[in-house]
């Protein structure tokens, strides 16, 4: 079975890094793009970049260019998001999926992270 | 960067009755790089179709997707109670791979 299991919920102040995970299983991870997608509270989705774990060739979304960092660690099949500086705004759920190769489409998802930033 | 724009952004009907979602991309999207995703309260999103008409496994045969160019459809042929949900489209024609804002699908 193919699956994403996302690291656990965390909760910050502002100004602090962070680094969540996404592991996958059940496939070659090397093989596929991962993508991470925000979910603000009460909103919808928003792709925030992906990442090709083969050769970690990374590209972000333009509104998110420069305020994350994608990379992935193929010897032990995870990808991850960080940031150095978290702020308030940054409080969401964050997901990460793999993409078909061929058709794009993300399938499986991963549970989610829930981030909280708050002092 | 291309937007998806959907519509209505709520809608209200009664188990048993025909839901048709609508979405639409500010420019042209090839039909191989449409898909629909349900999301449930607390749940990560579920592929539902992708190549705007093709079901994911699993996925029932009440759900179905149409549509070409800027303009698609999901259709869901009879809403069972487990039916209620967000549903998002999104295109994965280049990067980024935007969403729509969603269409939620409630209870009459």
């Known amino acids: 079975e193919v699956q994403l299991v996302q690291s656990g919920a965390e909760v910050k102040k502002p100004g602090e890094s962070l680094k969540i995970s996404c592991k996958g299983s059940?496939?070659?991870?090397?093989?596929?793009?991962i993508g991470w997608v925000r979910q603000m509270p009460g909103k919808g989705l928003e792709w925030m970049g992906i990442i090709y774990p083969g050769d970690s060739d990374t590209r972000y979304s333009p509104s998110f260019q420069g305020q994350i960092t994608i990379s992935a660690d193929k010897s032990i099949s995870t990808a991850y998001l960080q940031w150095t500086s978290l702020k308030a705004s940054d409080t969401a759920m964050y997901y990460c999926?793999?993409?078909?190769?061929?058709?794009?489409?993300?399938?499986?998802w991963g549970q989610g992270t829930l981030v909280t930033v708050s002092s | 960067e291309i937007v998806m724009t959907q519509s209505p952004a709520t809608l209200s009907l009664s188990p048993g009755e025909r839901a048709t979602l609508s979405c639409r991309a500010s420019q042209s999207v090839s039909g191989s790089y449409l898909s629909w995703y349900q999301q449930k309260p607390g749940q990560a999103p579920r592929l539902l179709i992708y190549?705007?008409?093709t079901r994911a496994t699993g996925i029932p045969a009440r759900f179905s997707g149409s549509g070409s160019g800027t303009d698609f459809t999901l259709t869901i042929s009879s809403l069972q109670t487990e039916d209620f949900a967000v549903y998002y489209c999104q295109h994965d024609y280049n990067l980024p791979g935007t969403f729509g804002q969603g269409t939620k699908v409630e209870v009459k």
């Open positions: 059940g496939y070659t991870f090397t093989s596929y793009w």
């Open positions: 999926a793999r993409q078909v190769t061929g058709t794009n489409e993300l399938d499986p």
């Open positions: 190549g705007a008409s």
